[in-house]
DNA sequence: ATATTTATTGCAAATCATTTGCAGTAATAC
DNA sequence: GTATTACTGCAAATGATTTGCAATAAATAT
């Protein structure tokens, strides 16, 4: 427990979004200013393999990780793919799946991912339907 | 709708795995030898817009897209941690959760995606389970 | 069919997030 | 306090993906 990875899970903790690695790092160096981003990045990475950070990758045009500081309770991800803003909720009903999946496949799950995307209350005033266009040139797939 | 695309989209359709770019460029490479990687990317992210493809970034020490071609039905993942062997399957239970995530939201969703990560049948046998460690230091957080 | 316009390719170089080697420094053990 | 070990900052390396550009192939108009 250092000086810097004390400041780097308080900044994380401060927040309330998922941060990427550059986000965290802009904050935290606000504390001290010679805090370097790879060892956001070492710490973040620690932090994941003691499973109290979960590393998030949804599609953006930036191929950016984005860190969860992992709660109790799992919880998953509402995308707005306009605005990009998230909604966390809880999937009280995956635990049954889960259980159905196991058995079924005869596997173990150790962790699941549930993501939305669509667009946002918001978004989606502004937001017409899009039109798709060349799937005719591509009617002989199957 | 030229040769190299056509190419392209043959190999993807006679794999059924999620394959990276790389290693669709090794199959169809070995057609059209002259074939660059540049153009397999191109055409993906071509297909991806046309709603044809999509790209999945499962979380890999790799941080490489993997390809999905899309099918007409929406299907989910199961990834082993261990030999990374994907099992697909649907969730026909999703719709009426999305379904009431959108009501009480007030979102729009487009897609949707489950991934659960675990161990398969063969490696579940093999891996003890892992013991977690220092979790003591950190009992501070909230 | 042929000429012309437009889109796509191959190649090499650029990008950008993330990782790593290493020498210096702080933390912990003795 | 001194020794051992782990962590940091910095700069450079890595590796997947993207992009500029001149050459080429496809689509369109003639």
Chains 1, 2 share one sequence.
Not at 81 to 100: H, R
Request: with cysteine.
């Amino acid at each position: 427990m250092t000086t810097q990875r004390r400041l780097i899970l308080a900044s994380l903790d401060a927040l309330d979004t998922h941060p990427t690695a550059e986000e965290l790092h802009a904050i935290a160096v606000q504390q001290d200013p010679s805090l370097n981003l790879s060892t956001v990045y070492r710490t973040l990475r620690w932090l994941e393999q003691e499973g109290l950070v979960s590393t998030r990758r949804f599609d953006e045009p930036r191929r950016q990780d984005r860190f969860d500081p992992m709660l109790p309770s799992q919880h998953h991800h509402f995308i707005c793919k306009s605005c990009k803003n998230v909604i966390e909720f809880d999937l009280p009903a995956l635990g049954d799946i889960q259980q159905d999946f196991e058995h079924l496949h005869q596997v173990r799950i150790e962790s699941a991912s549930v993501v939305f995307y669509g667009l946002c209350t918001a978004c989606n005033r502004q937001n017409g339907p899009v039109e798709s266009e060349a799937e005719r040139e591509l009617s002989q797939r199957t």
